[in-house]
């Protein structure tokens, strides 16, 4: 959905379970650093908002979007953690860039999600400009950090929910 169609802050906070258990690892790119830092800042206290303690919350910073794979599988098998969330923004510019980056980034985090069984959240930003990405991170559109955090926990909740749940033939809902 278009960001000018939906707010990325605006959710259902009582849709979302405590999440004073919860292990969230965050890799955050330094490239387009005031913009990456404010959509990890909306990551962060969304987390501490629904009960992530700030010490389970495990954090790196790498030079761009094209290493947060690595560092989220660095993560990974370092913390243990019930979600990665990786925090970027290549912004198109003049080249085609970008499209390598963010297919890259997204196909290696799709894969650790898969392979590893944990939740590598994509809260990389990829816009035109750099105002469309600042209108993402705080701006007009709200935050983009704030909607990995909340994704992070929607997928650890369903983990545990399917953990939970005896196993069934079909299609029912679990």
Not at 25 to 45: K, M, P, Q, R
Not at 83 to 89: F, K
Request: glycine fraction near 8%; include cysteine; charged fraction near 15%.
């Amino acid at each position: 959905m278009a960001s000018a169609l939906k707010n990325l802050s605006t959710y259902d906070a009582d849709s979302l379970e405590d999440g004073s258990s919860y292990k969230i690892a965050i890799a955050v790119a330094d490239w387009n650093a005031s913009i990456t830092h404010a959509l990890y800042e909306g990551c962060f206290d969304t987390l501490i908002k629904h009960g992530v303690k700030a010490e389970n919350i495990h954090t790196v910073q790498v030079p761009g979007a094209f290493e947060l794979p690595i560092a989220g599988r660095l993560l990974a098998t370092q913390h243990n953690p019930d979600a990665v969330i990786c925090i970027g923004c290549v912004i198109k510019g003049e080249t085609s860039h970008n499209e390598y980056i963010n297919h890259s980034v997204a196909s290696a985090l799709t894969n650790m999600s898969l392979a590893l069984s944990i939740p590598f959240i994509y809260g990389v930003l990829t816009p035109n400009t750099e105002e469309q990405a600042k209108d993402r991170a705080g701006g007009k559109y709200g935050n983009k950090g704030v909607e990995a955090a909340v994704t992070a926990l929607r997928m650890v909740q369903l983990k545990n929910t399917i953990k939970g749940a005896s196993q069934k033939i079909g299609f029912g809902i679990i």
